[in-house]
């Protein structure tokens, strides 16, 4: 019943900036119900959790890899998740993936807990 889409990936320097958005619709959109997390996989490597935001203003979650240097938000009544990515280095190069579920943020989110995908969008770190 619910459906996701990512944009926002491209090519970046190291040391700059991207900013991911994730558009939620579908036949009824209530995305007020759902967590949303940001997954990243790069070709070899497991799948990882970085981030999510809980359906509360403030409940956000972060991975000690990403801490510091991402932020998470949201504004339901858009329909719409962003990811603000800075200080981007190359070992942040991978697929990035949105996510819902219904469960609260845990801290260390295990893709296995979440019902909805996007396709995902391509980072690449790189001079």
């Known amino acids: 019943q619910l459906q996701l889409a990512e944009s926002g990936g491209g090519l970046v320097q190291p040391g700059g900036s991207l900013n991911l958005s994730c558009l939620a619709y579908?036949?009824?959109?209530?995305?007020?119900?759902?967590?949303i997390g940001w997954f990243r996989q790069a070709p070899g490597k497991e799948r990882e959790g970085i981030s999510c935001?809980?359906?509360?203003?403030?409940?956000?979650k972060y991975a000690d890899s990403v801490k510091g240097r991402f932020t998470i938000s949201r504004h339901n009544a858009l329909n719409t998740v962003w990811l603000q990515m800075s200080g981007l280095e190359p070992e942040d190069s991978a697929t990035y993936y949105c996510?819902?579920?219904?469960?609260?943020?845990?801290?260390?989110?295990?893709?296995?807990?979440?019902?909805?995908w996007g396709q995902g969008t391509q980072v690449t770190v790189s001079s």
């Open positions: 935001i809980g359906t509360s203003d403030g409940d956000t």
């Open positions: 579908g036949h009824t959109v209530t995305l007020d119900y759902y967590a």
């Open positions: 996510a819902a579920k219904w469960e609260r943020c845990s801290g260390y989110e295990v893709a296995s807990n979440f019902r909805a």
